[in-house]
């Protein structure tokens, strides 16, 4: 259509910033196939990092559909291979009803703010410092 708006570019619909620790990706207006495409590298540098400690935020998000879960799954098996943690929040009435439908609430249980998600996420295990090498002796 000539009359049709341009599309929104990824900085509208995606805002990455830090929290606690996180890695939020905070996603905002409608999510259909065409904004999934141009989120989707982003969302891939991100969860691509090993042990990604990542927050996905759909609290801005109006329209949400199976392109918004294909993009949850592939964050969830890209996050969790690397041996990170994925939170989800979430609060639209319909996306929270598709979660549960699909079941993938089950396995990314949705929290109503950034805080309650961060707060929900099962603690990790603290380092352990390092001890330097025994040095060996000289026989």
């Known amino acids: ?12 619909q995606l805002r990455v910033r830090r929290h606690r620790g996180y890695t939020v990706l905070e996603l905002h207006g409608e999510i259909d196939i065409a904004s999934a495409m141009r989120i989707l590298p982003r969302l891939d540098r991100v969860t691509a990092r090993p042990g ?14 199976c392109s918004g879960l294909r993009l949850l799954h592939r964050a969830r ?5 690397q041996g990170g943690e994925l939170l989800l929040v979430c609060t639209h009435p319909l996306t929270l009803r598709v979660l549960a439908v699909t079941g993938l609430s089950r396995h990314l249980p949705p929290r109503p703010t950034l ?20 040095r060996r002796r000289a026989r």
Not at 77 to 81: C, E, N, T
């Open 1 to 12: 259509m000539a009359n049709a708006p341009a599309p929104a570019p990824p900085a509208r």
């Open 52 to 65: 990604a400690r990542v927050v996905i935020d759909l609290s801005g998000v109006e329209f949400f559909d």
């Open 77 to 81: 098996i890209r996050v969790l291979g």
């Open 115 to 134: 805080d309650a998600a961060v707060d929900a996420a099962p603690a990790r295990p603290q380092a352990r410092p390092t001890r330097p090498a025994a």
